[in-house]
Nanobody, 123 residues
Framework: LQLQASGGGLVHPGGSLRLSCTAS????????VGWFRQAPGKGFEGVAG????????IYADSVKGRFTITRDNAKNTVYLRMNSLNSDDTAVYYC?????????????????WGQGTQVTVSS
């Protein structure tokens, strides 16, 4: 299984971005998926997760109401829509997938990881 993340970039405070992560080499709809981030000087944080079966979701408190995780199984792709971005959201974002039902934003549960995409929120 390979995961390819994209969509990061520079955005002004209050702006929006959509990250994408496409999987290859696996039956994607059997996987729980999630997004994580690593900000400078901060710990690795689970941002959002989505279950494989019932598509239920879970979010970190820091992003609730601003970020939305979705998936398109036909395209083997998971998305993270990020609205009302602020400087605290600046980080490298990673997508992940795992052979469990989910949802989860516990990194240790995921077996597969994308390469990371940089999101910078700055004026």
């Amino acid at each position: 299984l390979q995961l390819q993340a994209s969509g990061g970039g520079l955005v002004h405070p209050g702006g929006s971005l959509r990250l994408s992560c496409t999987a290859s080499g696996v039956i994607f709809d059997s996987l729980a998926v999630g997004w994580f981030r690593q900000a400078p000087g901060k710990g690795f944080e689970g941002v959002a997760g989505m279950a494989s079966v019932d598509l239920s979701t879970i979010y970190a408190d820091s992003v609730k109401g601003r970020f939305t995780i979705t998936r398109d199984n036909a395209k083997n792709t998971v998305y993270l829509r990020m609205n009302s971005l602020n400087s605290d959201d600046t980080a490298v974002y990673y997508c992940a997938a795992g052979l469990f039902e989910g949802p989860s934003h516990v990194a240790g549960q995921y077996e597969y990881w994308g390469q990371g995409t940089q999101v910078t929120v700055s004026s």
